[in-house]
């Protein structure tokens, strides 16, 4: 089973990989997520214990997130284009955080190593793309992606996961691979550019920090430290002479984060006026279009999501979707928390730390994009919630 599971990490970054059963797409995660509920109801045939645990307030929070996409599509113009968005960025993805946290036994690290693994096969083959300088117009990196923030969030929680097992890594054998895997995924990181993802990406690692303050190493937390400050001095310090660096910290006109900021006004007068079911899933592009006559000539017209994730559920799920959104990540930290706060060994609540870390960093980058309505980022977040809830559940009960 942990095969599978670990298979459909792998498959995340390729997410756009299709086949079409009856006319419908079915993408590769889909694919991989139903070999799994297979496996899962042959078992449950087969009359194997399956354990599963979730608090009313998590069972709740999903109800309601689903049920909100729902109603928000039914209640506006339907597409069969949304029917498709419902399917792959909120049925499936919830399915496969359901299904792992129905497997999840004892070992949480074996998911995150792969989840590290995938970001690390996306940082080699990225490598191929920078040697052959296959760069976007303006200079950045994207590799197979459509956008180099794509890419960005795709490579930060496997820096975040590497530097957290180079420290929690018992034996030395295993340190020189994810030493060296900080430094490739750290190269990549660079060349995409996306100083919304390195800003979250620096505050993911504060958080780490600062949750195990009083259990690192004095060495070892000086050390991370000046490394830290290091990448984060050297990314400056490359990046000052940009002209992306020039146009926002002058906040020109057209700079990204003016551009942001005209598409954020927008998103308010739409949320405004459909409030409070929202404009239904994946019609953000067509309604921000309509809206132009209300403000000066757009900045940026292909806009297919509002650049925060706030807005986008607020938009497409409505209240309720974005009460159950709520409710789930209010269920993820208090049960991570109790972890945090018990007399557990250094390991589990670093796992712990991780975990909450790796959910500050979508986030916290959720202020200027969207990781959630993406194919891979659905699924990265019910994942990641699976294993929070899991972890927490698996050490109250041993």
């Known amino acids: 089973m942990e095969f599978f599971f670990g298979a459909l990490f792998l498959s995340l970054p390729f997410s756009y990989l299709r086949i079409k059963f009856y006319s419908i797409p079915f993408y590769l995660p889909e694919l991989m997520v139903t ?17 599963f645990s979730l608090d009313k307030t998590m069972l709740l929070g999903a109800l309601f997130f689903l049920g909100g996409a729902a109603l928000s599509f039914l209640t506006n113009p339907l597409s069969s284009a949304g029917l498709g968005i419902l399917k792959a960025w909120f049925v499936f993805p919830m399915l496969a955080g ?8 004892t070992n949480t690290a074996a998911p995150l190593l792969f989840w590290l693994l995938s970001s690390g096969f996306v940082a080699l083959v990225s490598t191929l793309y920078l040697a052959r300088h296959l760069l976007t117009y303006d200079g950045r990196l994207e590799a197979f992606f459509t956008s180099p923030n794509f890419l960005a969030i795709t490579i930060a929680p496997g820096i975040l996961l590497a530097l957290a097992f180079f420290f929690l890594e018992d034996g030395e054998k295993f340190q020189p691979i994810f030493l060296f895997l900080i430094s490739l995924l750290s190269l990549i990181l660079f060349f995409t550019h996306s100083y919304s993802v390195w800003f979250a990406l620096f505050l993911s690692l504060g958080c780490f920090l600062f949750l195990l303050k009083k259990e690192w190493n004095r060495t070892y937390m000086a050390l991370l430290c000046i490394g830290v400050i290091l990448t984060v001095g050297t990314f400056v310090l490359l990046e000052s002479g940009s002209e992306k660096w020039h146009s926002l910290i002058s906040l020109q006109e057209r700079s990204s984060l003016q551009s942001r900021i005209m598409i954020w006004n927008a998103s308010g007068k739409i949320l405004h006026d459909s409030f409070p079911l929202g404009i239904g899933v994946g019609r953000f592009q067509a309604v921000y279009l309509e809206y132009q006559q209300y403000f000066p000539p757009y900045l940026e017209w ?3 999501e509002p650049h925060n994730l706030y807005l ?8 309720l979707g974005s ?13 991570l928390r109790k972890v945090l706060s018990s007399s557990l060994a250094l390991r589990d609540r670093a796992f712990a730390a991780l975990l909450i870390s790796l959910m500050v960093l979508y986030l916290v980058y959720g202020i200027f994009d969207t ?3 993406k194919t891979d980022l659905a699924y990265c977040f019910w994942l990641l919630l699976a294993l929070g809830v899991g972890f927490s559940h698996i050490k109250k009960t041993s």
């Open 302 to 304: 292909a806009v297919p």
């Open 98 to 105: 359901v299904l792992l946290l129905a497997r999840q036994r």
């Open 312 to 319: 986008a559920i607020l938009l497409q799920t409505g209240v």
């Open 371 to 373: 990781p959630y309505f």
């Open 35 to 51: 070999m799994i509920g297979a496996l899962f109801l042959f078992r449950i045939r087969q009359k194997e214990d399956i354990q």
């Open 323 to 335: 009460l159950g959104f709520g409710m789930l990540l209010f269920g993820f930290f208090s049960s």
